[in-house]
């Protein structure tokens, strides 16, 4: 089929090129010269008697109309003008020329998977080159680096870049002092991760780092993860930096208390024994309610810490021991911080009147997680309602045909028409104050309404 194309165009593209003085013969060949042309892709065609045609501005023109959309459509050129082949010109590789692989010591990141070097390059060419491919910002500045072939290897110079052989390995090392580190990762603590073995190492280095990001712990060495000094700079900068110490520090008290103390859900990388530490659990808990999801599950049913938790986070009453759940006043204070928490109540608390009416008024559609007698108490509906109208759809069949319980739900959410019982989307004023917050709410209005001219009108205009 693309073949038949290539033939269609041949001569319409032949008179073009020879239009522009390319080719003024009929079989495609340049006048006055006999030397082979070369293709839109810069390659010789050659035909298959021996003699070369040189078609290049044919091909340029045809290649340029086809090329893009039709698969093969050099090759498919070459056949439609009666050529055999098209033979590609590739640039020779420079003698001498070596493939490697450039990587940073320390974090290991590779910088350039492949860099191909040719004799003339020098060092300072090669340090230029790594340094513009650095994406991620492994070095700081070329100058400031040392390089190696391979690990452990020699140090590569001008004099020893003749070593280089292909598939090695040219290594990026530091050559910057302590004190100019250490005023980098002052200001950027996760620049430790770029550090050489010698700087990572230095107990002083790091400790720079923690204080200015304590997250940076995790690109200090074994040694100092385990160095109390330094693991506490940490956790006093950021108490998330807790998983980074060693197992023995995370079972040591003024190290855990520090991190709970910045970040209460550290506890979750607390030792289990600390997990169940009366003292440590409620200093978590006073940071961040929700770390009673860490705590022993002895202290999960210690209605001091629990009370604590869900006056600052209402949902950790989810984590309580299924007795506090039955408790009225951690239940209470639990919907007072936040409606939804009455999913975690007993099933006796949210038939609780006062209990749920809190919920509900901080949260409306917590009526969802009522108890089906409240489901159909007026006063508990009107007031989940007037807060968030979708809660319409939790309430009994009863109070769905309610007007002035679904006036109150459309007018606060318009969607709530949905929900509403028949007989109400088929009120006129129901249905107006509906569309006019949101004329997509005539989706649920009752048949006749829908084609209200007034209805109409009023969702047009919203």
Sequence with gaps: MFESKYLKYKTKYLNLARQRGGVDKKDGTQAGEGGAGKDEGGGVIKDGAGSNNTLGNT?????????????????LLATALGVRQAVPLVP???PGTRTVSVQAVGSGKVIIPALKLIPTTTVNDIKQKIF????????????????FIGHGGAELTDLT????????????????????????????GNALQNAPPELRNDKDVVMAAVKQNGSALRYAPDELKGNKDVVMAAVMNNGFALPYASEELKGDRDVVVT?????????????????????????????????????????QDDRDI?????????????????????????????VRQDGRALEYASFGLRNDRNIVMTAVRQYGY?????????????????????????ALSYASEGLNDDREIVMAAVTQYPFALEHASERMRDDKNIVMAAVTQNGKALRYASKALRT?????????NR
């Design 59 to 75: 091909t340029r023109v045809i290649g340029r109309y086809m090329h893009g959309f039709v698969p093969g459509a050099k090759d």
């Design 161 to 188: 870049r003749g070593d280089i052989v292909d598939d090695s390995i040219i290594v990026v090392v530091s050559n910057v002092d302590k004190d100019t580190f250490m005023r980098t990762v002052a200001q950027d």
């Design 366 to 390: 917590a009526l969802r997680d009522a108890s089906p007698a409240l489901k159909g108490d007026r006063d508990v509906v009107m007031t989940a309602v007037r807060q968030d109208g979708y």
């Design 306 to 334: 629990v009370m604590v938790a869900v006056s600052h986070y209402g949902g950790a009453l989810g984590y309580a021991s299924l007795g506090l759940q039955d408790d009225r006043d951690i239940v209470m204070t639990a």
């Design 132 to 147: 513009e491919h650095d994406i991620h910002k492994t070095i700081q500045h070329f100058q400031s680096y040392r390089l």
């Design 452 to 460: 209200d001219r007034d209805v109409i009108a009023a969702s047009r």
């Design 259 to 299: 991190a709970v103390t910045r970040n209460g859900k550290a506890l979750r990388y607390a030792s289990p024994a600390l997990k169940g530490d009366r003292d440590v659990v409620m200093t978590a808990v006073m940071n961040d309610g929700i770390a009673l999801v860490y705590a022993s599950e002895g202290l």
């Design 92 to 94: 020779p590789e420079i």
